[in-house]
C-alpha cells in the first residue's frame, strides 16, 4: 500500500499524539511527491537515451603493445538499475561519482523482458567478469536500485560474486520482499520480489564467510516497499549496514545529491563514528 494510501488512516493518531508535528508531516510528504511527479517525469525524456548498452571507449595502448585503461585507485563501480528501466535512471549520479572519485563508472543494461533474478544474476556475473579482465582489477563495487540491489544481491550472496564484489549499494531495494504493487504481480519477477518467494527465502540461507560489505539506504517516504523496513538487509552472516533516507521518496534515491554523497562515503567505507551512520536526512 502506498504511503498516500495509509495516511487518511493514520494522520487522526498522529494528530493525537504529536498535534505540533502533523503541519511537517504533511508538507514533507508533499513535497516528496511532487519531487517524484518531477523525477518521473524528467526520467520518462531520458529513457530512450538508455536504451542501449554503454558505449565502452578504447583503451589507450601501452609501450608494449597491449591495451590498458586509466590506471585509477579503487574497484570500478558498476550500477546496475530496477525493474523496467534502464542505465538512464543513474545520469546524476554517475556524474557525482565521476567527479568525486577516482574509481572508474559503468552502467550495465539488463534486458526488460528478464523474468528470472537467478538468469539476471547470472548475466550480471559475466558482465563483472569482463569488466575486471578489461580494467585489470579483481573487485568491483556495485550500486543497485530496486531490482537491480537485489539482482546484485542474489550475485554476490548466492553465486559466489562476494569474491569479485567489494561493496554493494542497494537503494530502495525490497531485500524482504514487498506487497506494492498488486497489480503487477503477473510479471514473474514481480512474484520473486514478493514475501516468501523462492529468490527471498535463498537470501534467508547461511551465508558464512560471505566477503562483500552490504549498505542499504532506504527510505521512509518509498511507495514501492511494504512494508518500508523491507528495504533493510537483515542477516546474520553479512556486514550490513542500513541507512535510513529522510524526505524522499523511492525514485529519488538515485537521483538526490544527498544520498549521491552517502553512497560516496559507502564506497569510501565510511567508518562506524561516521555521520551516515546516523541516516540521511533530507531538507
Known sequence: M?????????LPLYRRLWPGRLVDLSMTLLKATALEAAILAGHLLLYPTGLTQERRGPAPSAQDGTTRLPDRHGPPVVLLHGFIDNRSVFVLLRRSLARSGPQRVESLNYSPLTCDIRI???????????ICERTGSTRVDIVGHSLGGLIARYYTQCLGG???????VTLGTPHSGTRAMPLA???????????????????????????????????????????????CIDHPDLEVRNVRVTGIGHLALPVHPAVASGIREALEGAPAGNPLADGVTVA
Open 120 to 130: 539476471a544474476a547470472e548475466l550480471l556475473g559475466r558482465h563483472v567478469e569482463e
Open 2 to 10: 502506498k504511503v498516500t494510501g495509509v495516511l487518511p488512516l493514520v
Open 162 to 168: 562476494d569474491v569479485r564484489v567489494r561493496t554493494l
Open 185 to 231: 504481480s503477473a510479471h514473474p519477477i514481480v512474484r520473486q520480489m514478493r514475501p516468501g518467494s523462492e529468490v527471498i527465502e535463498e537470501l534467508t540461507r547461511p551465508a558464512p564467510g560471505c566477503r562483500t560489505r552490504f549498505v542499504s539506504f532506504w527510505s521512509d517516504l518509498d511507495s514501492v516497499m511494504a512494508p518500508l523496513e523491507s528495504a
